[in-house]
């Protein structure tokens, strides 16, 4: 308690050394200010279209490349076999087109879970894989309302160790391509 006291007598009398009191003291120090970083985000606005003589929902979500579900979904359409010519639709921005293979990296053994999403919906869809041994062709398989397709790739104990690269293959126009990596299973060596 002793040593707090003295401490602060010591703090005490560094202030007044300093001209704390003195009529000739240094002006206080302007106000500081914290300036907040602006924060944008950017948004893809929608595409206005005009239905004309004989469209289709499907066939305008394939030209805009998003879902038919989407497009009943956003303009509220009740029967999409139904659409008025000179009605305005609200597309939305395109599905990016992405593949991904999870995991990225496995042990011999494992299987591995490929997902493409951004294709055509109902468009058919074939995955191949490119092996240090060789090259597999999968079934096909149809991307859903959203233009997602999901499929798995089982390896065995003895395939190669490497780096597998997966290629999507669409029967309307999407290509997309990725890699995962196959490495030793520690308890087969």
Do not use: W
Not at 14 to 36: D, E, F, M, Q
Not at 104 to 115: D, L, N, V
């Amino acid at each position: 308690m002793r040593r707090l006291v003295t401490l602060a007598g010591v703090l005490v009398t560094l202030v007044a050394a300093c001209g704390g009191g003195s009529k000739h003291s240094a002006p206080p120090p302007a106000p500081s200010t914290t300036t907040r970083p602006v924060s944008t985000t950017t948004t893809v606005p929608f595409t206005k279209y005009t239905v004309k003589r004989g469209d289709t929902l499907s066939a305008i979500a394939h030209r805009f490349h998003v879902s038919s579900a989407d497009l009943e979904r956003i303009n509220h359409i009740t029967n999409p076999d139904f659409l008025h010519e000179g009605d305005t639709l609200l597309i939305p921005p395109a599905t990016p087109l992405e593949l991904t293979v999870t995991p990225a990296s496995a042990p011999q053994g494992q299987s591995f879970a490929i997902r493409l999403k951004g294709a055509q919906s109902g468009e058919t869809i074939t995955f191949e894989i490119d092996s240090p041994k060789g090259k597999f062709t999968g079934p096909p398989h149809v991307a859903d309302v959203h233009g997602s397709v999901s499929a798995e790739y089982v390896t065995s104990i003895s395939d190669v160790t490497g780096t597998y690269k997966v290629v999507a293959h669409g029967d309307q126009g999407t290509t997309a391509q990725t890699t995962f990596a196959l490495v030793a299973n520690p308890e087969h060596t």
